[in-house]
């Protein structure tokens, strides 16, 4: 998976390419939260327009992040999620707890 960063103020946006499964999922968690504590961030959008497999090893990575964040009044949100991805997301329930937007730029604007 290739992680690539890009700060906006106390906003983290990192944009995903690749896939995030069990073999990724630590590194990405690792890298996202080192880059949100040096940057001081506490709102983080996730880019998966470049993912093309998750699997629920993934959801965990979001997940823990949401509640990471939380626990500092912090948000997170995704954006650009696309077929198989978008289903493990939808069955997971996610969306009911961590907005979906349909761009990066629209994500930065709701925040």
């Given at each position: 998976m290739n992680l690539n960063f890009e700060n906006?103020?106390?906003?983290?946006?990192?944009?995903?390419?690749?896939?995030?499964?069990?073999?990724s999922a630590e590194e990405v968690r690792n890298k996202v939260d080192d880059r949100l504590e040096r940057e001081g961030c506490n709102k983080l959008i996730m880019d998966f327009s470049g993912?093309?497999?998750?699997?629920?090893?993934?959801?965990?990575?979001?997940?823990?992040r949401y509640r990471k964040l939380s626990s500092k009044n912090g948000k997170v949100y995704i954006t650009r999620v696309t077929g198989?991805?978008?289903?493990?997301?939808?069955?997971?329930?996610m969306f009911k707890i961590i907005p979906l937007y349909d761009s990066v730029e629209r994500?930065?604007?709701n925040m």
């Open positions: 906006k103020g106390d906003k983290l946006i990192v944009h995903m390419m690749g896939e995030l499964d069990h073999h993912v093309t497999f998750m699997d629920s090893s993934g959801i965990g990575v979001v997940i823990g198989s991805v978008r289903r493990v997301f939808e069955l997971s329930g994500a930065l604007d």
